[in-house]
Nanobody, 126 residues
Framework: VQLQASGGGFVQAGGSLRLSCSAS????????MAWFRQAPGKEREFVAH????????VYANSVKGRFTISRDNAKNSVYLQMNSLTPEDTAVYYC????????????????????WGQGTLVTVSS
């Protein structure tokens, strides 16, 4: 299984970016997937999660209303649309795939995901 994240870059505060995560070896529609991020000197933190099949979504409070996770089964990809970016959003963003089903309360944990992309850096200037 391989996950390839892309779309990061440098943007000014208030701007937008769209991250992509293409998968091989698994069909994204059949698995729960998520985005996490890790800022310098901090632990990796949950950003957003999309449920398998139905596609229900969950967001961290810090990004709710600004970020949108979505999935394109035809392209076997997951996306993270990020709007109204702030310098606090600066981090390496990782996509992740959940091989085995977890209870909802576990979906915020790094340990709930078996496969990870390599990360894409997002830098937001003030």
């Amino acid at each position: 299984v391989q996950l390839q994240a892309s779309g990061g870059g440098f943007v000014q505060a208030g701007g937008s970016l769209r991250l992509s995560c293409s998968a091989s070896g698994r069909t994204v529609g059949s698995y729960a997937m998520a985005w996490f991020r890790q800022a310098p000197g901090k632990e990796r933190e949950f950003v957003a999660h999309i449920v398998r099949s139905v596609g229900s979504t969950v967001y961290a409070n810090s990004v709710k209303g600004r970020f949108t996770i979505s999935r394109d089964n035809a392209k076997n990809s997951v996306y993270l649309q990020m709007n109204s970016l702030t310098p606090e959003d600066t981090a390496v963003y990782y996509c992740a795939l959940q091989e085995y089903r977890r209870i909802t309360s576990e979906n915020y944990r790094v340990s709930a995901y078996e496969y990870w992309g390599q990360g894409t850096l997002v830098t937001v200037s003030s």
